[in-house]
């Protein structure tokens, strides 16, 4: 728990894991609540009363590859440059596990071999996956000055406006080999 608030642009983190969020809703939003009136989030990992969920927050972007670029200068660069640059900044805000997970031309091909030419496949190119103890620790590196300063490097990769996100906890069922009892 933090004595005092630490600011992040429009949101601030306050005790308690709470954060408070300032938000003037777009004339398309169907809010509950007022303009300019601080909303407070729990920002705990995990869903309340459930079993079997790690309690973590896992974050899975899903990336397209730049224009032009092939496969095997994707992921030199993926791997040798951008994750490397990440790694600092992650670690500074106890990330769990940072992993890419490719899908290029080699997998689109054996899938397609693999199933007769109906697989449906994603037009992405690589899927990263961040896993965080806890949503605070997400918002801190998402609003950290450096992790913002590696988006410049976005450009000479991937088409950042491709770019699909998706958060939340992850449900185990098999780990290690062997099956999860929910406990």
């Known amino acids: 728990?933090?004595?005092?608030?630490?600011?992040?642009g429009h949101f601030s983190l306050i005790p308690r894991g709470l954060v408070e969020f300032q938000h003037e809703?777009?004339?398309?939003?169907?809010?509950?609540?007022?303009?300019?009136?601080?909303?407070k989030m729990v920002l705990e990992?995990?869903?309340?009363?459930?079993?079997?969920?790690?309690?973590?927050?896992?974050?899975?972007?899903?990336?397209?590859?730049?224009?032009?670029?092939?496969?095997?200068d994707f992921m030199?660069?993926?791997?040798?440059?951008?994750?490397?640059?990440?790694?600092?900044?992650?670690?500074?805000?106890?990330v769990i596990t940072y992993s890419v997970t490719y899908h290029l031309?080699?997998?689109?091909?054996?899938?397609?071999?693999?199933?007769?030419?109906?697989?449906?496949?994603?037009?992405?190119?690589?899927i990263c996956t961040f896993v965080f103890p806890d949503y605070r620790a997400f918002a801190k590196f998402m609003y950290d000055p450096e992790s913002n300063a590696m988006n410049g490097d976005h450009e000479n990769f991937m088409d950042?406006?491709?770019?699909?996100?998706?958060v939340g906890d992850e449900y185990m069922v098999i780990e290690d080999g062997k099956k999860v009892e929910p406990s």
């Open 25 to 39: 809703p777009s004339h398309s939003e169907q809010q509950p609540h007022a303009p300019g009136i601080a909303l």
């Open 160 to 166: 950042e406006s491709q770019m699909k996100m998706m």
């Open 76 to 94: 030199n660069h993926y791997n040798n440059v951008h994750a490397q640059m990440a790694v600092p900044v992650l670690l500074k805000h106890n």
């Open 105 to 126: 031309q080699r997998d689109r091909t054996i899938m397609q071999d693999m199933l007769r030419g109906k697989a449906q496949l994603l037009s992405y190119d690589a």
């Open 45 to 72: 990992a995990g869903y309340p009363n459930t079993k079997g969920f790690r309690k973590v927050t896992k974050v899975t972007i899903l990336v397209k590859k730049k224009e032009g670029m092939s496969d095997e």
């Open 1 to 8: 728990m933090w004595a005092t608030r630490i600011n992040f």
